[in-house]
């Protein structure tokens, strides 16, 4: 019995023994069921933080190069894994995830009024390589660069929002709830990524999400009630 490439054959088979699945059984199946679980949520996940950032106008402690690496990541993580051939489950959230991605850098922009020069060339430099990227219409060679690559622009997409955290003392506009989420799938997509056999550097990748959102998380938590606490003040 196989319902959206995923089998459940072994599982009913073994329940219908009256018998509980063996590991070997149970964890594909658990891996592909987490991946679907994590593509699903996916499509909202950075939605809370699209909403903060309307219902308050404002993108006040918001790093603009640290969304604006994230969109490149996504663009080079997602290509990568369409080169290989992985299965969906393994990374679809990363579709979903790259269509916010744009769509939070575009809303920043819009609250970043007047924009000058400088910032419109990154975003027509993106349209005009990014179709090329995604199609895999580049070297093999520089495919593999590209993607090793982008851990450390993951890595450093996050670095200059840790830092303006920790200067401020606050994180501003920044969501709980999209952090939190984007913790969470890290964690879940390590075990998802290695019983899908995924390359060692996808992994990597989930690992690094794991440290950095990790970190953001945590200083939500930290900051925000010396936040709350100082807005009581002076109200």
Sequence with gaps: MEIFGIDFSCAFGSLRDGKIPEKDCLLPLLSKLLGYAIVAAS????LPQIM???KHSSIRGLSMVAFELEVV??????????????PFSAYGELAFLLIQAIILVAIMYYFSQ????KMWIRPLIYCAVAPTILAGQIDPVLFEALYASQHAIFFFARVPQIWENFQNKSTGELSFLTSLMNSAGSMVRVFTSIQEKAPTSVV????IGIVTNGTI???IILYSKPQAAKEKKMK
């Design 217 to 219: 998380l945590s200083q």
């Design 43 to 46: 499509t909202t996940v950075k």
């Design 114 to 117: 007047p924009m000058g020069i």
């Design 52 to 54: 903060k950032i309307l």
């Design 204 to 207: 990597l990748g989930s690992v």
């Design 73 to 86: 990541g996504y663009t080079i993580a997602l290509a990568y894994c369409l080169h290989k051939g992985l």
